[in-house]
C-alpha cells in the first residue's frame, strides 16, 4: 500500500522559472493538504482540498497554485519561483471520517 | 501568532528513562490533538491523539496528557529507546476549523542515547 507518495523528491530551480509538485495518494481519501517546513518551524499550511474539484487557502497561499481533478491526485504549482519558496514541501490525505493526516515523504526544494 | 508551541527546540535522554515533551496552544476552540513523529528525509508519522473530552490517552510505552485549564499537553515515552530519536510535532485541530486543518508547533528533537 504506497500511502502518499510525493514526487520528485528533490529538485534545484532557478528564480523564475515554474514547476509542479506531486502529490498522489491511493486510499480515496477526501482532504488533501500542502504544507511546507522551514528549518526550525513547523508545518505551515499552503492550500487544502476536501474533495474533487474543491480547494481552499491554508495560511501561506501566496505563490502558489493548486488544482484538484481527481481524488487520488493533488498537484502544487509554483509559478515563478522564489528564494523564499526554498523549503520541504509535504503531502498529507485523510479521510472524511475524521484525523489524522498521513503524510507522504516531502519533496525538498532549492531556489537559486 | 503562534497558535501552538513547543518551546524545547531539543531534549536528550539515557535510554531506558522517561521523555517528556511539552506543548502549550492558545486557541481555546482547538478540541483534538495530536503527536506527529519524524524521522530525517521522511514525512510526518502519526504517533497518538488525544480528544478534550479525555485528558489521558495510553499506546503501548507512549502515553498524552491533556490539561485544558493549563492549554497544555504533554507526551511520555516510557522507556525511551535509541529509536525514538526523532523530531516529534504537537498539532491541534477544532471541530469548526475549515477542512479539520492541523496547526502544528515547532518541533522538539529527542535524542535518546544508548
Not at chain 1, 480515496?28 to 474543491?54: C, E, F, T
Not at chain 1, 522564489?82 to 532549492?110: I, K, N, W
Not at chain 2, 495510553?58 to 485544558?68: A, M, S
Request: charged residues 20%.
Amino acid at each position: 500500500n504506497a500511502g502518499v507518495t510525493q514526487t520528485p523528491k528533490f529538485r534545484i530551480l532557478k528564480i523564475g522559472q515554474s514547476m509542479t509538485l506531486q502529490c498522489a495518494q491511493d486510499m480515496n481519501h477526501n482532504y488533501m493538504y500542502w504544507y511546507r517546513q522551514d528549518p526550525g518551524m513547523g508545518l505551515k499550511l499552503i492550500y487544502y482540498s476536501v474533495g474533487a474539484g474543491i480547494t481552499d487557502k491554508g495560511e501561506v497561499p501566496n505563490g502558489y497554485n493548486v488544482s484538484r481533478s481527481t481524488t487520488e491526485d493533488f498537484p502544487l504549482r509554483l509559478e515563478l519561483a522564489a528564494p523564499s519558496q526554498t523549503s520541504v514541501y509535504f503531502c498529507a490525505s485523510r479521510s472524511r471520517g475524521g484525523q489524522p493526516q498521513h503524510f507522504g515523504d516531502g519533496t525538498r526544494l532549492s531556489i537559486l | 501568532d503562534q497558535q501552538v508551541k513547543q518551546n524545547s527546540p531539543s531534549l536528550s535522554v539515557q535510554e531506558g528513562r522517561i521523555s517528556i515533551l511539552n506543548c502549550d496552544y492558545t486557541n481555546s476552540m482547538f478540541d483534538y490533538f495530536l503527536w506527529y513523529k519524524k524521522y530525517p528525509a521522511e514525512g510526518p508519522t502519526f504517533l497518538i491523539s488525544i480528544s478534550s473530552i479525555k485528558d489521558k490517552n495510553e499506546d503501548g510505552r507512549f502515553t498524552v496528557f491533556l490539561n485544558k485549564s493549563a492549554k497544555h499537553l504533554s507526551l511520555h515515552i516510557v522507556p525511551s529507546q535509541p529509536g525514538d530519536s526523532a523530531v516529534y510535532f504537537c498539532a491541534a485541530s477544532g471541530w469548526e476549523t475549515s477542512g479539520s486543518r492541523l496547526t502544528f508547533g515547532e518541533g522538539t528533537q529527542l535524542t535518546v542515547n544508548p
